[in-house]
């Protein structure tokens, strides 16, 4: 589409409404407490490791409840009103930590980040290309999403590097400044104006031809069930290399920085053109839970801080996992079930997390960290090679199901009918 020439006030509108969607992108998803969260805890309200997954898990928890609500509630209201309640729920549950007391006040304050962080994985998608159409600037879209990633990573491992420094300099910091990121956030989503272009739910028709797409692709089954086990270690080595690695006498800026430089491997590994994806299963997917997988198993039996260069695989294995999903996607699954094939994905993924977040906090409670580690390495283990080994086969088709859509996979590979 061509470019629209705009007036004085247009142009002036329109930086102001990109400004506003770059910010809230930005900000809304700045945190400068995970990386430290259990330290933080553990000075902040004396809580033992144990009790900070537990808060881990209600974080979760809030995200996979508020999954496909937060979906409706976007569907529904609009872009700019979901924003606006979901940045002040970050902005609510940060205050609340702070001002809390109680583990309960701690726990809804983890429940509404969780739940707002859900509201905004399903707002901010297509907010920049939807401003952007409603300017007729629709081909400049490419280069502002690239700037856009740029300037989300940048702040994403800012942040993370200085979360440890924060920390240490004074206990309340890293909340106080996550805070603070929550109420720019807040700002910028009033700021916005609503685009023409609504964002849209995938219907139940697509849902339930999605959920078909994924039966009938054994490769793509395999891979929704290993991204749910690969997301499971990824939180497991994320939030348990922070007690382990202060166990064993690393400094609380060290955390921040392991965290950004996990943060780089997995931006670096998601736009890291690896070839292509090859169907077996122990060449793709299984990589994606190999690296974190490594870290889990040497926290469990090797303490001592040269684990924590183990624990960056994590990164690697995240972007990897990212990358490898969108190349089977575009391989297996037609272009119009595409969204509520993400969605199921995002959705075991989710689970997968939820799971490992309980497990963590029972059995570091009850066994410690080292064994709870071990337990959990080995659970991973037998997981995936249950779901290595067994028997999927294609679905038959159904009557009146089938959708003359041409698919042709990137770089060059055979086009498929779906």
């Known amino acids: 589409m061509a470019r629209s020439p705009l007036t004085r006030e247009d142009a002036v509108a329109l930086r102001r409404r990109v400004g506003a969607c770059l910010g809230a ?14 330290p933080f805890y553990a000075r902040f309200a004396e809580l033992s490791p144990s009790g900070a997954f537990w808060l881990v898990a209600a974080y979760v928890l809030g995200g996979l409840v508020a999954d496909r609500p937060g979906a409706h509630l976007v569907h529904r209201f609009g872009r700019r009103s979901s924003l606006i309640a979901a940045t002040g729920a970050s902005a609510a549950a940060c205050a609340l930590v702070l001002v809390g007391a109680e583990p309960i006040s701690f726990a809804i ?16 998608p297509g907010l920049l290309a ?10 400049d879209a490419p280069s502002l999403e690239d ?19 924060l920390l240490e300099s004074w206990v309340l910091a890293p909340y106080l400044f996550t805070l603070v990121a929550a109420a720019g956030a807040l700002a910028c989503a009033v700021l916005l104006d609503e685009p023409r272009r609504s964002a849209r739910k995938p219907g139940r028709r697509e849902v339930s031809m999605a959920t078909r ?17 690969a997301a499971a270690l990824s939180l497991v080595v994320r939030f348990a290399q922070q007690p382990f690695l202060e166990s064993v006498g690393c400094p609380l800026a060290l955390l921040g920085a392991l965290a950004a430089v996990a943060g780089a491997l997995r931006v670096a590994a998601r736009h890291w053109d690896g070839g292509a994806l090859r169907e077996r299963w ?13 870290a889990v198993l040497g926290m469990a039996v090797v303490p001592h801080p040269a684990i924590g260069l183990l624990a960056l695989l994590r990164g690697g294995g995240d ?8 190349r089977v996607l575009d391989a297996l699954v037609a272009a119009p079930y595409r969204p509520a094939a993400e969605a199921a994905i995002a959705i075991a993924a989710r689970a997968g997390a939820l799971v490992a977040a309980v497990l963590l906090a029972v059995l570091a409670d009850s066994l410690g960290l080292a064994w709870a ?35 042709a996979p990137p770089r060059g590979g055979p086009v498929r009918r779906s």
Request: net charge neutral.
């Open 147 to 165: 700037r856009a990633v740029s300037l989300e990573t940048t702040v994403m491992l800012g942040s993370a590097l200085l979360s440890g420094v």
């Open 373 to 407: 580690l071990g337990v959990l390495a080995l659970a991973a283990l037998s997981s995936t090679l249950l779901v290595a080994w067994l028997p999927l086969r294609p679905a038959p088709p159904h009557e009146g199901d089938r959708v003359d859509i041409v698919v």
């Open 25 to 38: 992108r930005t900000l809304a998803r700045t945190s400068f407490i995970w990386p430290v969260v259990v």
């Open 319 to 326: 972007g990897t996992r990212a990358r490898d999903l969108d």
């Open 109 to 124: 304050g983890q429940l509404l980040l969780g739940a707002a962080r859900a509201v905004q994985d399903a707002a901010l």
């Open 213 to 229: 797409e994924i039966a009938r692709a054994p490769a793509l089954a395999r891979s929704v069930l290993f991204g749910a086990i």
């Open 130 to 139: 939807a401003t952007l159409a409603d300017f007729g600037q629709d081909e």
């Open 282 to 294: 122990l060449t793709g997917p299984m990589s994606w839970i190999a690296a974190p997988w490594l």
